[in-house]
């Protein structure tokens, strides 16, 4: 795109037509399928079903041919974003490419095929498996030993936060009360600390963007469960006094909860056991290249120091010679969920983890710190970095600069899938105002990034220019500026064929 007027412009009309609906297409014959002669002697329905679960009219399909239904749903497809086919800055998400070795040997059909009902003597191979990324979990954090039975990382924060509860209960009944979360924190901390019956209680950032120890050495006392923190933390900054922040807890008698979402910033470098961490949850969806997005599945896996063991949820495996069973705690908090976990993404995490080895996870670490601070030093001269340091793994900047000529950050998120880019997070932590926050991962190449940094000069120079481009953005995306709000407090979440004209 060589100027603002042609990237403004309108849809391209081929775009468009991508948006056709089956029902529009619809015609009275038209057949997409054929089935084999029915060799089933024909009955009533009435005698196979009950009257009332009969349908009084046939459903109101679309009548197409077999090619109208594949280029509907391609084209449908080709509308779609995913981290195949583009740059995904979507800051504390670590949405990296998914290498498709971890996608090949999880699909192997003695994976595959397997039935959660089975008997484990059935299954020793995937036993094997689990065990094996237990152990490897378990050297990458510190910890004693790993559950994998957690279906994400959300998952993982409450059931490390039940551990929490249950070893204080066994020790001090009614006494522990309170969860200390930083005003950074992801949003699910907080939610799973009242899950968990906990009364939250904030903790101030200081202006290094650490969080703030003299706030917190008020705050800690003998009704402190725990102190859950990420490290590096959200703002995409390593907590410089780690150490004295853990012995604070541990001086009182709390334990410190590791939200292991931002893993992927010290993998092989540094253990959340060796800053005084007792409880971890792994993103194996972020870290360890798993699928990410679209709602699941996901895997977070719970590791503990010893002293928790015995109130680990759910069951892991142990090895006994050349067998493999699951154990669990003589004190668990019990089953989170239905059976074992989601094995096909704990096969793709270990895969991940043997193809890259120590020395490449440490590579993967060094790579996302790297591309971080190289297009920070590109954005800072656009944007004002929310706090001036050297960042990890992502980067939080504000926005706020170009508030003069009406452009917040929701315009240069939108206006950025003009670019051809997906949008970072904005608004992101809360206390940046008009934040980006922005994690171009290990994967992406030093010529991506560059273009992503020459997006944003582009935007910000159209900000001066042609401010309400931006207001206005997107323009050519299959649908343009959607009313957000509506849609959050009125959803439609019911298709009926009555909304489109046949």
């Not at 959660?116 to 910890?143: D, F, H, N, W, Y």
């Amino acid at each position: 795109m060589k100027s603002t007027e042609a990237q403004v412009g309108v849809a391209d009309p081929l775009q468009d037509a991508s948006t056709v609906l089956l029902f529009e297409e619809s015609r009275p014959g038209r057949i997409g399928f054929s089935l084999p002669t029915d060799d089933v002697e024909e009955q009533p329905l009435d005698a196979l079903l009950p009257g009332v679960a009969l349908r009084s009219q046939p459903p109101a399909l679309p009548e197409l041919s077999e090619g109208q239904i594949v280029r509907h749903f391609t084209k449908l497809a080709h509308a779609n974003y995913s981290v195949d086919e583009g740059f995904y800055p979507l800051g504390s998400c670590t949405m990296k490419y998914n290498p498709k070795i971890d996608d090949a040997l999880a699909s192997l059909d003695g994976f595959t095929a397997l039935h959660p009902l089975q008997p484990l003597s059935t299954v020793s191979g995937t036993l094997a498996v689990c065990e094996a990324l237990q152990r490897a979990l378990a050297e990458i954090s510190g910890m004693d030993c790993v559950s994998l039975h957690p279906a994400a990382g959300a998952h993982g924060e409450l059931g490390g936060l039940l551990v929490i509860r249950a070893y204080h209960e066994a020790r001090e009944p009614g006494q522990r009360t309170e969860v200390l979360i930083p005003n950074t924190a992801h949003g699910t901390n907080p939610a799973s600390a009242a899950m968990a019956g906990y009364r939250v209680v904030e903790v101030p950032t200081d202006i290094q963007g650490n969080i703030d120890l003299g706030a917190l050495k008020q705050l800690v006392g003998p009704q402190t469960a725990a102190l859950m923190l990420t490290n590096p933390n959200t703002l995409g900054l390593f907590e410089q006094q780690i150490t004295e922040v853990t012995a604070c807890l541990h001086d009182v008698g709390a334990l410190v909860y590791y939200d292991g979402a931002n893993m992927n910033a010290i993998l092989g470098v540094a253990r959340p056991r060796e800053m005084g961490f007792d409880v971890v949850h792994l993103n194996l969806h972020k870290t360890f290249a798993t699928p990410h997005g679209g709602g699941g599945p996901g895997a977070g896996a719970l590791g503990v120091r010893d002293f928790l063991v015995p109130y680990l949820p759910g069951e892991w495996v142990e090895r006994d010679g050349e067998e493999y069973r699951l154990t669990h705690g003589e004190a668990s908090i019990g089953r989170l969920r239905a059976f074992f976990g989601n094995v096909a993404n704990l096969i793709r995490a270990l895969v991940y983890i043997r193809c890259m080895g120590a020395e490449g996870l440490r590579h993967a670490a060094e790579t996302a710190v790297l591309n971080a601070n190289y297009l920070l030093a590109h954005v800072r001269e656009l944007f004002s970095p929310a706090y001036d340091r050297s960042c990890m793994h992502e980067f939080v900047v504000s926005a706020s600069v170009l508030k003069q000529r009406g452009i917040k950050a929701i315009d240069v998120a939108k206006r950025l899938l003009d670019y051809g880019f997906y949008a970072p997070t904005i608004y992101f932590p809360l206390n940046v105002p008009e934040a980006l926050m922005v994690e171009p991962t290990e994967t992406e190449s030093k010529a991506t990034l560059d273009a992503f940094a020459d997006a944003l000069r582009a935007i910000v120079q159209e900000a001066q220019t042609y401010p309400q481009v931006l207001r206005e953005a997107p323009h050519r995306t299959p649908v343009g500026r959607l009313d957000e709000v509506t849609a959050a407090r009125h959803p439609k979440l019911v298709f009926t064929s009555s909304d489109y004209a046949r």
